[in-house]
């Protein structure tokens, strides 16, 4: 049972190169988020998803998309990097079910745009 | 506005001495729920403890507890008899309800604790 996993764990690119950011969980949440961490900033939703085929905005979607593949997959794409993209990010998960409303973290990808 | 203010940049505390770490939040339902997470350096994030605005008592886990004060919107983090693992990055986050149906976390800015031996 490995959780939430994400993959690279470090990327460096260019200003208007792109990348996809892996996550996936094999908890069977039915939650999955994407979010980015700045200094000084704490953690910002980029883009969540409730379910298999939806997705919606959270507070910083700007320069991003997102893709919800299946139950277990959750992508997070830069189609023209920025700068301002440079960050730590980190996918979570969570089931909507019960009582326990924690939301499980993946080791994070650390992106530094030049 | 913020949703949930964390106004201790850093903390110093002595190894073996309990600490508080300082969370409001500002909210108008009547459901919610805060949760403290620990991110050491090493960059993962844990979980420690969540309460549930409508839990009667206070929620503990191990060192851990929450004071919470619902009518002053608050959700302090007490750690007891601190230890120099404890040195990290804290993080209190409140969950809320999206349109959708799911929920989202939305967190504050952080406290850094040190633990001096």
């Known amino acids: 049972n490995a959780g939430v996993t994400q993959t690279p764990k470090f990327q460096v690119l260019k200003t208007g190169q792109s990348m996809t950011l892996q996550c996936a969980q094999d908890m069977n949440h039915n939650s999955m988020y994407w979010y980015r961490q700045d200094p000084g900033m704490g953690l910002r939703l980029i883009y969540y998803s409730a379910s298999e085929g939806t997705t919606d905005k959270g507070e910083v979607p700007n320069g991003y998309n997102v893709s919800r593949l299946n139950k277990r997959e959750f992508s997070l794409r830069l189609e023209s990097a920025a700068p301002s993209q440079t960050s730590v990010y980190f996918c979570?998960?969570?089931?909507?079910?019960?009582?326990?409303?924690?939301?499980?973290f993946g080791p994070g990808t650390r992106l530094t745009v030049t | 506005a913020q949703k949930i203010t964390q106004t201790q940049p850093g903390m110093f505390v002595q190894e073996k001495e309990a600490v508080t770490l300082d969370c409001t939040y500002d909210t108008s339902d009547q459901s919610y729920g805060l949760f403290w997470y620990k991110q050491p350096s090493s960059g993962e994030m844990i979980f420690l403890i969540y309460?549930?605005?409508?839990?009667?008592q206070n929620a503990t886990e191990g060192r851990y507890s929450l004071n919470f004060q619902k009518a002053r919107k608050s959700a302090n983090l007490v750690i007891s008899a601190s230890q120099l693992g404890d040195s990290a990055m804290y993080f209190c986050?409140?969950?809320?309800?999206?349109?959708?149906?799911?929920?989202?976390?939305?967190f504050g800015k952080g406290t850094k604790l040190t633990v001096n031996p």
């Open positions: 979570a998960s969570r089931i909507d079910r019960g009582i326990s409303y924690e939301q499980y």
């Open positions: 309460q549930g605005s409508y839990d009667e």
């Open positions: 986050a409140m969950r809320e309800a999206t349109q959708g149906g799911s929920e989202k976390l939305v």
